[in-house]
């Protein structure tokens, strides 16, 4: 749960660190390599502190910005509600970015109100505990490779993926490497999980230039957990 007053001095605090931030970045980048600054959105899940971090941020004319406070136990749609609530208030022209998000419907859903990227540990860290990601027809389910009812079961992880581990290891291979507590496990399934959240991307890309975004949002979906 967050408290009012406590987040408001949060977002003036944010405010303070971002002013700073600008004036050292502008200050460096006479001399220093060419990057980008974003500027970071604070305000838990009120609208009008959301609303006020974000007309501030932006007065600073970041290059882009960040949605933080967000992904920290709150529930999905208290999540979306501070995205709604910042949104409207940044630049089209500017991509925005939500720190820390996500699970694949939660970046359908944050694409479908304005974010352009993200970043997460899901797929690295799901993959260390032998959790892969598996495509589907209308979404996508995970499986615990660890377990032994795959000891057997010689198909690839993914039919449909391209990643190195799918297209040369079956199920029971990657399954005897957790086990046997090989690393290449992780490796294996680390780069199967990256695969499949760039696929995911670029599924959303495509749906968005083909006109059919507003199906993948209300179909998209984790169709099993097992």
């Known amino acids: 749960p967050f408290e009012y ?17 600008k004036e050292e970045f502008l200050r460096l980048k006479k001399t220093g390599p060419s ?11 009120f609208p009008d502190l959301r609303e006020k971090s974000a007309k501030e941020i932006r007065a600073f004319d970041f290059d882009g910005y960040a949605i ?34 996500g699970t694949p419907e939660n ?14 540990v899901i797929p690295t860290r799901e993959a260390r505990h032998g959790r892969a ?4 027809k209308n979404g996508y389910k995970t499986i615990d490779i660890a377990r032994s009812k795959f000891k057997d ?10 990643c190195f581990a799918c297209q040369n290891h079956t199920r029971a291979y990657l399954n005897h490497l957790f086990k046997s507590g090989e690393i290449l496990a992780i490796r294996l ?18 749906a968005i230039s083909g006109g059919d975004f507003a199906k993948l949002t209300k ?8």
Not at 35 to 44: K, N, V
Not at 194 to 204: A, G, H, P, S
Request: hydrophobic content about 40%.
């Open 5 to 21: 007053e406590k987040t408001k001095k949060a977002v003036e605090r944010t405010t303070r660190w971002a002013k700073r931030a």
């Open 35 to 45: 990057q980008i600054l974003l500027g970071i959105i604070q305000g838990a899940s």
């Open 68 to 101: 933080g406070g967000v992904a920290v136990g709150e529930p999905a749609e208290e999540m979306y509600k501070a995205v709604d609530a910042t949104i409207p208030f940044l630049e089209e022209n500017k991509f925005r970015h939500l720190l820390g998000v």
């Open 107 to 120: 970046i359908i859903q944050a694409v479908a109100r304005g974010c352009d990227s993200f970043d997460c």
């Open 133 to 136: 990601y598996v495509s589907e």
């Open 153 to 162: 079961d010689f198909s690839p992880l993914d039919k449909n993926c391209d």
């Open 189 to 206: 399934l680390t780069e199967h999980n990256l695969r499949f959240y760039f696929e995911l991307m670029v599924k959303i890309r495509k």
């Open 219 to 226: 179909n998209y979906k984790n169709l099993e957990k097992n």
